[in-house]
């Protein structure tokens, strides 16, 4: 089955950063591309960043693109989002999501495996 | 980007009873690029149907999907007590992707 646990969520000042992670398992991490996906409390659901089953090819919502950044190391079945100049807004849960196809050039499709989600909490 | 508007924002009926639920994009959606997701409270979402009429694995035959370019429908024919939750879709034929508002699905 698959797995995909994310880790790093927490209360943040406005400003500082945070450094999310999601360790995956029973699936071939390196054939896929992965997406970090949000939600704040009550609300729906916004796409945040998507990666490319080698890296190459990375993509960011608008909301978040030069303060985010989406990383992944295959060799250990791990992405990661580096969130810096957090903001209010970014209050969210923080889903680690499996695309089911590998994002070459950044062709993106949708999800079939979620994580549980990490809280992000963003206020002084 | 693709603003996609799904309606009503909630529908309240009674289990037996066939829901039909509204997703309408901005502009035309390549190939019915589109998906819907179930998600139940303090769960994450589901994947439901994807290339807007096929079933994921398990999902059972009263979810019916259908659609092309602009407007998708997501139908359940007979309400079970387990169906009621919210449901989002999501377009993936263009980036950004983007997810519809949410329709909740309560029982009357």
């Known amino acids: 089955d698959v797995q995909l646990v994310e880790s790093g969520g927490g209360l943040v000042q406005p400003g500082r950063s945070l450094r999310l992670s999601c360790a995956a398992s029973?699936?071939?991490?390196?054939?896929?591309?992965m997406h970090w996906v949000r939600q704040a409390p009550g609300k729906g659901l916004e796409w945040v960043s998507g990666?490319?089953?080698?890296?190459?090819?990375?993509g960011y919502a608008d909301s978040v693109k030069g303060r985010f950044t989406i990383s992944r190391d295959n060799t250990e079945k791990s992405l990661y989002l580096q969130m810096n100049s957090l903001r209010a807004e970014d209050t969210a849960f923080y889903y680690c999501?499996?695309?089911?196809?590998?994002?070459?050039?950044?062709?993106?499709?949708?999800?079939?495996?979620w994580g549980q989600g990490v809280l992000v909490t963003v206020s002084s | 980007e693709i603003v996609l508007t799904q309606s009503p924002g909630t529908l309240s009926l009674s289990p037996g009873e066939r829901a039909t639920l509204s997703c309408r994009a901005s502009?035309?959606?390549?190939?019915?690029?589109l998906a819907w997701y179930q998600q139940k409270p303090g769960q994450a979402p589901r994947l439901f149907i994807y290339?807007?009429?096929s079933r994921a694995t398990g999902i059972p035959d009263r979810f019916s999907g259908s659609g092309s370019g602009t407007d998708f429908t997501l139908t359940i024919s007979r309400l079970e007590p387990e169906d009621f939750a919210v449901f989002y879709c999501?377009?993936?034929?263009?980036?950004?992707?983007?997810f519809g508002g949410g329709t909740n699905v309560e029982i009357k």
């Open positions: 999501v499996k695309d089911v196809v590998t994002g070459y050039r950044g062709n993106w499709y949708y999800f079939d495996s």
């Open positions: 029973g699936f071939t991490f390196e054939d896929y591309a």
């Open positions: 990666i490319s089953f080698n890296g190459g090819s990375r």
């Open positions: 502009q035309s959606i390549n190939s019915s690029y």
């Open positions: 290339g807007a009429s």
């Open positions: 999501q377009q993936y034929g263009s980036s950004p992707l983007t």
